[in-house]
């Protein structure tokens, strides 16, 4: 998978938004151009419904493509680390990231970076549309979020709609108590006796949500 495939893969690019950002169209693509902060590179970044970026070596008017090697190292890792900043800043000011469907969920993973300092983080790549969340000091996940079959979390629902989950760990003694309440199941692909896992619909509301994430990030704590 080429880098920009993998920056690009879980979020939703506003065209509108990268002609606010510099793109300028070309015919039927958009073409951004700028210096990177690497003595005589400059990056070509075209996008016509996905991105396609080049380097180009201004001092010898060539394309620099050594950064792509695996285990690019020393120039190269330069080149690359300037590259994808790159394209991180047009992902962060340009493109919805898809995962994040409901409103629901958007607003709690606002919560979890405001309150916490957390960010999703896509660790699996034939997964992309999971992510984990982790406390920094002690590196253990106290969330996870990620898109499923409504089947496979509510037994009684023969539906195949893709929802979002949200799962969160729990304290052992709170399971019956919580799984009792409206839009909570048992944990979809976690310990189901020390997560759980909520439907993102609003049927279980934020009120009753954010005291879980608080107590699954002190919970936590310790290595």
Known sequence: MLIEEEFFANYETQESSLLEYGFVRKGGVLV?????PVTDMRLVLSYDGGFSGKIFDTAIGEEYTNFRRPGASGFSAEVKEAFTDALKDIREKCCQ????????MRRLCLFIKESFGSQPE??????????AYRRKESGKWFALT??????????ASPSQEKIEVLNIKIEKSRLAELLAQKGIFEAYHMNKKSWIS?????????????PLLREAYESVKHN
């Open 32 to 36: 951004y151009e700028k210096p990177l």
């Open 97 to 104: 990231n898809l995962f994040f469907r409901s409103a629901q």
């Open 146 to 155: 990620g898109v499923v079959p409504r089947n496979k979390v509510d037994r």
């Open 198 to 210: 909520i439907i993102m619909d609003d049927s279980a509301s934020d009120e009753i949500i954010k």
């Open 122 to 131: 896509f660790l699996w790549k034939k997964l992309p549309v999971f992510a």
